[in-house]
């Protein structure tokens, strides 16, 4: 099969009506997922942070997105909340695997660690998670 085109040969390509049906439709697609994954109001954003060790609360604190960054000492493990990600910056475990966890910030994670029993947990403030992972019946 010989493609050889002759240099006499013009070839103009123009875009077709199909080629704007297709583009409206991706611009379309695009926009409906940006205001899917939106997250809704204020509630979206309500999380209260709880921090316990030994099975007692050492602190409770309202989580926002526009909070200011600050750091908070528990003994010797330190707490760092920065625009509404949580994280353990420091700790006296051997292993680290606490701080090494990195930043958490939807409703349901925590960061746990073993040997001290120290847990810094995310809820949503109405109880409830974000979503369901799954549903089985």
């Not at 939106?38 to 999380?47: C, D, F, I, T, V």
């Not at 010797?76 to 700790?91: C, D, L, P, Q, T």
């Amino acid at each position: 099969m010989n493609t050889f085109i002759s240099p006499k040969t013009k070839v103009r390509l123009r875009p077709s009506p199909w080629d704007a049906a297709v583009i409206a439709a991706v611009i379309a697609a695009a926009a409906a997922l940006f205001f899917l994954l939106l997250p809704r109001g204020a509630a979206a954003n309500a999380l209260v942070c709880t921090v316990s060790q030994n099975g007692q609360v050492l602190d409770t604190v309202d989580i926002a997105v526009g909070m200011a960054d600050q750091e908070r000492t528990y003994g010797e493990y330190v707490v760092e909340f920065s625009h509404g990600n949580i994280r353990v910056k420091s700790a006296p475990c051997a292993n680290q695997d606490c701080v090494r966890t990195g930043w958490i910030s939807r409703g349901g994670q925590s960061i746990v660690c073993l040997p001290g029993r120290f847990v810094v947990e995310l809820a949503a403030e109405s109880g409830e998670n974000d979503d369901f992972d799954i549903v089985v019946k």
